[in-house]
């Protein structure tokens, strides 16, 4: 059983506002990612981090940022939200395996996001 | 930049029948493949997980198999049921633990 959270899991805001999507993962995985998708549409990549300090940009440019200070914890952030920030945000974990697979991505609920 | 396309799309079905999901590939430089329920405005499931050095996966009614060399996966749903109706997602995991992911196949079991 995965054990990675989202917080809120659902939001809406206004624009101009700053918000800050919570994920955390209680497996001491080492890795962590943030998936973004529309509805109907594919997931895509939209940051990544292989451990604590460690940061990357995925394969779809996003305005958020991320941080990575404790192992558990992998917030986004959007500083100004805009309606074209309107979607699911999906973060996933993998790390050393309990039972399964090295690699295997475990996801969490989702926080549907939506910017008036 | 590998790309990953799931067909059919949509697939709606009578209870009971076992049915066919495909996944292709265009780079067969992956490590594995991994298969995911999503059922809406919620998060993935993972269903089951394939190494590129294997051929296939079961799970109870699931059973996934892989040709790497052809750019092709399947996953075969034995004896569907209702509440099996959700959207079938493939990816791909690349260098550096990326995922690619298909566009999904939704899946709708009548009773």
């Known amino acids: 059983e995965a054990d990675i959270y989202q917080t809120p899991r659902y939001l809406v805001i206004g624009t101009g506002k700053k918000i800050t999507l919570e994920c955390s993962q209680t497996?001491?995985?080492?890795?962590m990612y943030w998936y973004q998708q529309d509805p109907g549409m594919e997931l895509h990549l939209i940051h990544y981090?292989?451990?604590?300090?460690?940061?990357e940009k995925g394969d779809l440019s996003s305005e958020s940022t991320v941080s990575r200070i404790r192992t558990e914890h992998f917030p986004l952030t959007l500083e100004s939200a805009r309606p074209s920030h309107t979607s699911q945000y999906l973060c996933?974990?993998?790390?050393?395996?309990?039972?399964?697979?090295?690699?295997?991505?475990?996801f969490g609920p989702g926080t549907r996001l939506t910017v008036l | 930049k590998q790309e990953v396309t799931q067909i059919p799309a949509a697939l709606s079905v009578p209870e009971g029948e076992n049915l066919v999901l495909n996944c292709s590939f265009t780079?067969?430089?992956?490590?594995?493949l991994q298969w995911f329920r999503q059922d809406p405005g919620k998060g993935l499931t993972s269903l089951l997980l394939i190494q590129s050095s294997q051929r296939e996966q079961t799970s109870g009614r699931l059973n996934a198999s892989l040709d790497k060399s052809s750019g092709r996966s399947t996953l075969y749903i034995a004896a569907s049921q209702p509440g099996d109706s959700a959207t079938y997602l493939c990816a791909v995991e690349e260098a550096g633990n990326m995922l690619t992911f298909g566009g999904g196949t939704r899946l709708m079991v009548k009773p």
């Open positions: 981090s292989y451990g604590v300090n460690s940061t």
């Open positions: 497996m001491g995985h080492d890795k």
């Open positions: 996933a974990s993998s790390g050393p395996p309990t039972g399964g697979y090295y690699n295997e991505q475990f």
């Open positions: 780079d067969s430089a992956i490590y594995n």
